[in-house]
């Protein structure tokens, strides 16, 4: 029996989907609490002493304690079941696909979603110089992935395991960042796969 | 009875560093292989074909198996020792601390000492302009660490885990970079904790 769970979050953040998906996968039920990050919810003193010193949404609530970082939370939630590989070196190399998410995806694919889709009205020039780099970075981490795709149905073990997860929040919303996905057709089939797993919910459910 | 283990490696980067402390604590003989990341050696297409897809060191190799990311390759080599705690939340929270390091801590932290101390003379002119963004970052990483360390030995159950040589490895050589430690006497004294470790291993070994 799981504690009483509660999901510090802004919606629409891919971050916090992919704890709301993997959830729902296990049929796990979380409340959800909203912060408009756009409003620096997330960086008042009763936040940072309270949820998360850091700053950021995603934070898991499980019961009193708090647990930031979206795949920190989505381990948490996913141990002993079938979303976590049993095999070691699987187990592991799901963990490299999620770091790879957090340092070779996120920062550019997310990134892009927000300057473009959130707050494109609001860009610093410095954010402006940087989306050349940045659609650069993120075409090259959307290129690794298209390309372990090839001949597999799913990033780890054949099977849906949390490196799905973390890899589907923010892919199948880039192309809302001025990107384009037609390029990879690995990747367009695999979020077909990942879109069609009983229990899955969107990421505006 | 572990396979062979070959770590295919830059050296002085901390990322490869926290697998080599990793292996010392634990005991375990680990071969090494250096390329040199100034020279793109890592780009090659053989290194892309055969060792890491990603381009990017360190990638632990498992036998026949390759695992980049260096915390996925900490946590395989470490599963079932008491660098993982036993406890749900204690391992979530653990990955939390790792997440927070890609994340948060390593693209300041350790950019600033990669920049100051390695290729200062080669940095182009819009990398300098992010130095103040990046050193803001670095203090705001190191103000969260050291505010969790505040009556604490270690970051996670009160014990040595992945999390404190994740967090390790660039804090304790990030004056090279620039910054200075000088304000944060909880993370002075847990860089000691960690130093103090029976088979702990320098970066330079």
């Given at each position: 029996?799981m504690?009483r769970?509660?999901?510090?979050?802004?919606?629409a953040?891919?971050?916090?989907?992919k704890?709301r998906?993997?959830?729902?996968?296990?049929?796990l039920?979380?409340?959800r609490r909203e912060y408009?990050?756009?409003?620096g919810?997330?960086?008042?003193?009763e936040?940072?002493a309270?949820?998360?010193?850091?700053?950021?949404i995603?934070t898991?609530?499980i019961?009193?304690?708090?647990?930031?970082e979206?795949?920190?939370?989505?381990?948490?939630l996913?141990?002993?079941s079938?979303?976590i590989?049993?095999?070691r070196?699987?187990r592991?190399?799901?963990?490299?696909?999620?770091?790879f998410?957090?340092?070779?995806?996120?920062?550019?694919?997310a990134t892009m979603r927000?300057?473009?889709?959130f707050i494109?009205?609001?860009?610093s020039?410095?954010?402006?110089a940087?989306?050349p780099?940045?659609?650069a970075?993120?075409?090259?981490?959307?290129?690794?992935?298209?390309?372990h795709l090839?001949?597999?149905?799913?990033f780890v073990?054949?099977?849906?395991?949390l490196?799905?997860?973390a890899l589907?929040?923010?892919?199948?919303v880039?192309?809302?960042g001025?990107?384009?996905?037609?390029p990879y057709?690995?990747?367009?089939a695999?979020l077909?796969?990942?879109?069609?797993?009983p229990?899955?919910v969107?990421?505006?459910?």
């Amino acid at each position: 029996m799981m504690e009483r769970l509660v999901l510090h979050e802004y919606a629409a953040s891919g971050n916090c989907y992919k704890i709301r998906l993997t959830a729902a996968l296990l049929g796990l039920k979380i409340e959800r609490r909203e912060y408009d990050i756009l409003k620096g919810e997330t960086r008042t003193p009763e936040f940072l002493a309270n949820v998360n010193a850091n700053g950021r949404i995603p934070t898991l609530q499980i019961g009193d304690r708090f647990l930031p970082e979206s795949n920190a939370a989505c381990f948490y939630l996913a141990e002993g079941s079938a979303l976590i590989p049993d095999d070691r070196f699987d187990r592991a190399d799901m963990l490299r696909w999620m770091c790879f998410e957090q340092y070779s995806h996120e920062p550019y694919v997310a990134t892009m979603r927000f300057w473009v889709a959130f707050i494109a009205d609001r860009l610093s020039e410095e954010q402006k110089a940087q989306i050349p780099m940045r659609r650069a970075q993120a075409e090259a981490a959307l290129k690794v992935m298209d390309g372990h795709l090839a001949g597999r149905r799913f990033f780890v073990a054949d099977r849906l395991t949390l490196a799905d997860i973390a890899l589907y929040a923010y892919t199948h919303v880039a192309e809302e960042g001025d990107l384009t996905l037609a390029p990879y057709a690995n990747i367009r089939a695999w979020l077909d796969r990942v879109a069609a797993t009983p229990g899955y919910v969107g990421i505006g459910a």
